[in-house]
Structures are given as C-alpha cells and as structure tokens.
C-alpha cells in the first residue's frame, strides 16, 4: 500500500524548528550583547582601571632620611645604600629551613643572620620581606642573580640604610632606627600615615631619630611603570619626586662629648652640660653606651641579651631616666631661698658644734667638732650640713618645696627625648600620696625636713633636671628650655628653624642674691678650704661650682666605710659648674655612680670638659708609668659583647632618724 507524506505537516515542524533555532540564536546573540553592554558600557570605569593597573604599576620611591650633625657640622646619622637578600615566606614554594640552607651555598649566612631574622620574622607580617643577608657583596649578587630561578619569594633588594660612623659616642642621644613592627604599622595606619610609608622598612626606635621622626622621614614619591603581562619594568610613564627628610643640627658639640665619655672611662654616671643663655644641650653623656649600628638590621639575639642583661644597663638613658640624691649641690639653692624668703641675710652666722640635735635625734655634720663660726659664704664653700639643718628646720619643707620648683626641680624639663622622669620634690602632700597604704608613713616629720635641707632623704632628681637648675640660676632667672635639637633644616629648601627661639619664662629674683650665690660658688674652687679648689687649682679661667656626695643606701646608724661596702651600694660623686664666673657660656651637672666624694671623682670631669670647652685643651692620656700598678688605662665603654657587669642607679633610702656622719665632698 502507498504511503503519501504529509507535506504541510513537515512543512509546519521545519518552520517551527526554524522559529525555535532563530529564536535560540536571537536570545544567545541579546545575551552576548546585554553581556558586552555590561562590560563595556556599564562596567568600562572599573574594568578599565583594572587593566590599567595590570598595565602600570605604582611604585614607591623611598626618601632620603634626614641626617644628623653636631653644632658645628659633624656628621653623627648617614645614609647609604647596599643590596640586602629577602625572603618573602609567603612566596615561598618549599619549606624555610631548606630555602635558606640552599641560599647558604650561594651567600654566607651565618648564624647570627639566622638568628636575626627569626627574630625579625616574628615581628613581620608573612606577606612582607624580611632580610635574611644584607650589604650582599657584587660577587654574592652576581651568584644569587645566576640562581635567582630556584628560589621563588627570594629577592635582592637595594635598599637605603642607615649607619652611626661614631658608634658609641652620644648614643643615647642620637638613638636608632629599626624595621617597621606590627605594633608600628598599626599605629600608622591609625595616624593616616601608612601611605607615606610605603616601600619604607624602618622606623626611629630611640633618641632624636625616634623624637624628629616626623620631620627626619620626608615624603614618598611615587613612579608609574608600565610594565609587560609577565610583570617586566617596560617604561616609566610618569614620576612624583620623594621629598628628602630634613636634616636635624644638635646643639651637641661631639668634641666635647668624647672628651667626657673618655673622661668618665669605665665607671657609670650621667652628665648634662648646657649652654645656659640659650638652652643648648652642649654634652648629654649616659654611661655605659651601646653601639646604635646594632640595631639598624635587627640586633641578634646574643648582643641583645648581653645588653639587655647587662647589670651595667648600657641601654638606660641615665640623664633621663637616671635619679639620684642632689646631695650638697642642693645647698646653693637652699641658701638663695633663705635669702630670698628672709630668713637669712649673707652676714648671718651659726655656731656648728659639728652636730644639730631635733627631738632627741642627732644629726651629724661631716667634720667632727664642727667648722667653729659658719656664715652663708662659708656654709657653700666649705659645706657645713649643720648650717643647712637648722636653716631647713626653720623654712620648713612648705617653703622648701615651693621655692625648689620654680627651678625645675620635680618637674620635666621639656627636652626633646620621649620619657622623661619627673624626679621627687618632696613635701607632705607627696608624701602622703606615696604612704597612701601606709598610714603611720604618711606624717611629715620634721627629720624629713632636715635631710631634704642637705639634698638627701626623699629627694630625687634626674641629670638634666639638676643642670637645668643651675643654669636658670647662672643665666639670673631667665628659664631656657634644654634642647637636644638646635635646628631643622628642611630637607628640600634647606632652610633653617630655631627649636627654641625664646625663653620660656622668667623667676622673680633679686638680683643681689642671685650674684652673692654665684660668688660662694666661685669660692668653692677658689677658696683654699673650697671642697672644689683642688680639682681646679691653675685653671687658667675662673667657675663656680659645688661639689656634692649623695647615699645609695640607709646606713641605719652605722659609719660610712666605703671599703666594707658593696661597690654598687657605695655613694654617689656629683659636682655642678658654671663658666665663666662673670658671663657663664656653660653649665654642667653630673654623677658619678658609686664613686663616693664629688671634690676626688667628680670633680675632675667637670674640669676637663671646662679646659676643652673654654681653653681647647685636651686631657692627655696618662702614661702607663703614671697609673698604679695593676690599673689599665681609661677607654670608652666595650662594646656589648665585652661589657662588664656593674650596679644600676639605686633610689636613695628614706630619711635616717639620727643620720650618720656625711662623708667629705
């Protein structure tokens, strides 16, 4: 039988078929345009710029830090460059450990290297580069180069550092730079400061590179580089210059520096010697020191325990953070708040019997049977303690108190250092605030008040504290604040701006009494019975100064005997000078730990920072035949490795009902 095909029906279902497969292809071709619609109409800023930047990176262009130079010009901060090696551990494609012995067959990486970057890993975000090698030789840049294929997350970088040329000297001063630490980052990136540290890996850690950091960075530049698909530097398209860092001029002069910090050889104390007309801090000494370079690659681990262990605390900014008794360089104050307070006039006199009796308690004076008939000339230059125990058993700690603070005595001084300590001026609100927990402590007595008189008991003051008194004295009342800092020289005009342009205040004296303190000073090394006349006996010039020696410790009765003491707990040199006498241009103030009279350790150093300073003259070394048999020659501190153990600064003890005997200034 014929079968007829149904030629409208597959007519029909081919015209369908059509429909749908012109349908489907209408729909995907609006799909691939609504598609490129989105991508290149609606998406084109944001995709564009996508591409822009797989085009063209933004590189950051470091700043020059800022350096750091003396008075007169002397360079103490610099800036140089070498190639350092980098391990990114977040790159890395095998194990740490192994990388880094396979890096060891190419450059030397010792074990100190090893430890340093652990160390430095451990403060770092596993995105960032740390260095494991730096100042890479050509010849080890030239091997990694050849091998660069086998280490992926390993780089050569050239990279800016930093570096002290004099080491130790004025350490404490300048401080150092370390790299950026988590803590760090995160503060500059609360500050808002995080952009213009791009490409930047360090950071001031200390001293004026951590105070003038803002100033020292500079600005960062920028440059735009094109580069290919596989991330190859083609051409730079565009380029924003870095600003440089200023530059920082320290009122320091550093030949006077070393002369002090050779001068104080191994022993441990602090001095502060300033420029009085103007604030300048003209010699900060703290020794021990330590060597900053140190730590510009991360210090390792066994030159940070040694310095960190170290009972010598080579890392204390003792002219900062360092406190001690004033001693009897107090005394002059003391007399001028007599004077000014009228309860004393220069001719007035006293009886010294050698000894001053309150409430049955005997407080001695350091001569035995006394020093006869004392009056105010007198009681500075010879230092009588019985003149200054009745005097503050008649003032009163109220008054005492009061008058001290005007001199910056218990107050920060403003020098430009982070963490300066406040010291203790002592008087009955103090005291009950310190004995809140102990209630029978908390009464003032008045055997607190007689050793304040002296500079002992709970009185407590920093180096620069001490020198910023006599100076407000030598320059008649007008307050200069101490700087660090002379000036700031931008780094891109270079010019120059005054730190401190003026004086910050003025304390009512009198006149007559300030020019009668200066001259029992000046007695004090001129006079024959001067307790500082021997230290400066043919100086060829003409200071005032006061020696002073301060306790460590709470003798409870006994006698001082310095050869049955411990060493750390013997007491404390301290001398203050002003130069010359009739226009002083210097003020020091220093303390020599544990080295017991001011006038035989003290003493000294202040005369040979005053022979440099105003006469030029340099200490000469001695001569082996001129020391005593078994001694070594002074040098500067050894370096952290070699340092020896010695004793930190001792607060002194509460005051002594019925004090010992005071030892001969």
Known sequence: MTEFKDNDREIHLFRTRMTALVALVFICFGLLVARFVWLQVLRHDQFALQAEDNRIALVPIVPNRGL????????????????TLEITPSKLQSNLESTIDELSKLVSIEQRDRRRFKRLLEESRSFA?????????????????????????VEVQARLFRQYPLGETASHVIGYIGRINQKEAAKLEEDELDANYNGTEHIGKEGVEKKYESHLHGTTGYEQVERSAGGRAIRTLSRTAPVPGSNLILSIDIELQKIIEEAYGEQRGALVAIEPATGDVLAYVSRPGFDPNLFVDGIDSQNWNELNTSLD???MNRPLS???????????FMSLAALELGHRKPSDAIRDPGFFMLGGHRFNDDKPGGHGTVDMYKSVVES?????????NEMGIDKISSFMGQFGFGYPTGIDLDFEKTGVLPSKE???????????AQKWVGGDTISISIGQGFNNYTMIQLAHAVA??????VVMKPHLVKMIEDGATKQRTLTVPKESRRISLKQENIDFIKRTMVGVTQESYGTGHRAFANAGYISGGKTGTAQVIGLKGQKYNASAIDERHRDNALYVAFAPAENPRIVIALVVENAGFGAASAAPIARKALDYYLLGKRPAPPKPKDLPPGAKAAQPAAKPAAQAAAAPV?????????LPATRKE
Do not use: H, M
Request: aromatic fraction near 14%; charged fraction near 20%.
């Open 322 to 332: 360092g406190t001690y008794p004033p001693g009897s360089t107090f005394k002059p």
């Open 68 to 83: 750091i130079v003396d008075r007169n010009g002397v360079v103490l901060a610099r800036n140089y460059s070498a190639y």
């Open 313 to 315: 605390k080579p890392l």
């Open 430 to 440: 103090w005291k009950a605030k310190r004995f809140a927990k102990n209630r029978a």
């Open 384 to 392: 009588c303690d019985t003149y200054y125990y009745q005097l503050g």
């Open 472 to 477: 407000n004295l030598a320059n008649n009342g």
């Open 129 to 153: 580069s740390v260095p494991i090698r730096t100042r890479l030789t050509d010849d080890e840049v030239a091997r990694f180069t050849a091998q660069r294929f086998r280490f992926p997350g």
């Open 650 to 658: 001792i607060q002194a003890a509460g005051p002594v009902a019925g």
